[in-house]
């Protein structure tokens, strides 16, 4: 299980750096004049429409967690400050959900994604 989270982290890593890395190959081809810098430049627009799809994905299912687990707080803890604090939890997971849905349905609306 840990491997499988290992190569979860990586790939999100990759997705959250690959178009910015791309984008410098693609400074580096357009100055020197290569005839694949037009390409570097698409693959790179594809790479971003996946780095918005991801993080909307990413930010809806953490909201639904983090409302989640503060109800689940809420229910489970004793002290009432630790119950009030959890339930601060709740509306964050749920702004979060919202704008994960937020950025998928503009993605949707946009471009078709690769």
Known sequence: ??????????????????????????????????GIADRILALTGRFL?????????LNAVGGIALAALGVWAVLHFDPLLHRLLAALLVPFGLWRTYLGVAVLRAISKTEDLP
């Open 1 to 34: 299980m840990d491997s499988l989270i290992d190569v979860f982290v990586w790939l999100l890593i990759g997705i959250a750096i690959g178009p910015l890395l791309l984008l410098g190959l693609y400074a580096i081809a357009s100055y020197f004049g290569l």
């Open 49 to 57: 429409a996946l780095q918005w799809f991801s993080g909307g994905v």
